[in-house]
């Protein structure tokens, strides 16, 4: 699948990478097991089977209305067995978010994109594991608890700011990042 992606700044990016890090430390299936130059953490705006690059002048006017502060809410799950469980960190979906998801939607609307990115069905989030058993997200829960417990008791790791800063188009086939 190809998508449309927004990029964290370095500080949050490194928190979620931290993240993937405490999972896989734990024995578990994480995104840090991903060893892709082009892996990064990121929010997706639009998945389909294709994009026309003709929308990146598009998409790049739409780019500009980044920098977006965001927040992020609780841990969210996705799937079921036996394809597997993901888990992911959700983001509140703030008016300006949702604007600019929408733009993007609708620029890139002739590319059929799957139902689950389509405006007022879309759930912001940064995806944490993948394919995850039932037992292993349960594990998974507890250990990023538990890590958050200890940042919080030492006050380290503490992201006060969150920014989404860029945005790029990931083209599956070719694979290669495009940035918008």
Same mark, same amino acid.
């Given at each position: 699948?190809?998508?449309?992606?927004?990029?964290?700044?370095?500080?949050?990016?490194?928190? %979620?990478?931290?993240?993937? +890090?405490?999972? #896989?430390?734990?024995?578990?299936?994480?995104?840090?097991?991903?060893?892709?130059?082009?892996? #990064?953490?990121? $929010?997706? $705006?639009? %998945? !389909?089977?294709? *994009? =026309? =690059?003709? #929308?990146?002048?598009?998409?790049?006017?739409?780019?500009?209305? @980044?920098?977006?502060? $965001?927040? *992020?809410?609780? @841990?969210?799950? *996705?799937?079921?067995?036996?394809?597997?469980?993901?888990?992911?960190?959700?983001?509140?979906?703030? !008016?300006?978010?949702?604007?600019?998801?929408? =733009?993007?939607?609708?620029?890139?609307?002739?590319?059929?994109?799957? =139902?689950?990115?389509?405006?007022?069905?879309?759930?912001?989030?940064?995806?944490?594991?993948?394919?995850?058993?039932?037992? +292993?997200?349960?594990?998974?829960? %507890?250990?990023?608890?538990?890590?958050?417990?200890?940042?919080?008791?030492?006050?380290?790791?503490?992201?006060?700011?969150?920014?989404? %800063?860029?945005?790029?188009?990931?083209?599956?086939?070719?694979?290669?990042? $495009?940035?918008?």
């Amino acid at each position: 699948m190809h998508s449309i992606e927004l990029l964290l700044d370095e500080t949050t990016d490194r928190a %979620v990478r931290d993240s993937w +890090q405490v999972l #896989a430390d734990a024995g578990l299936p994480s995104l840090a097991h991903h060893s892709g130059a082009t892996n #990064a953490p990121h $929010v997706s $705006v639009s %998945v !389909a089977a294709g *994009f =026309d =690059d003709r #929308a990146d002048p598009r998409l790049r006017r739409i780019a500009l209305a @980044l920098p977006l502060p $965001v927040a *992020f809410a609780g @841990l969210i799950v *996705f799937g079921r067995p036996p394809r597997g469980l993901v888990l992911a960190r959700a983001l509140v979906p703030t !008016a300006d978010l949702l604007d600019l998801h929408r =733009d993007v939607h609708e620029t890139v609307g002739g590319a059929a994109p799957v =139902d689950h990115a389509t405006p007022g069905r879309w759930m912001p989030h940064l995806t944490l594991a993948s394919r995850l058993s039932p037992d +292993q997200l349960a594990l998974a829960i %507890v250990v990023l608890s538990e890590a958050e417990e200890a940042e919080e008791a030492t006050d380290a790791g503490r992201v006060s700011t969150s920014r989404l %800063v860029s945005m790029r188009r990931w083209d599956s086939d070719a694979k290669v990042v $495009v940035g918008l």
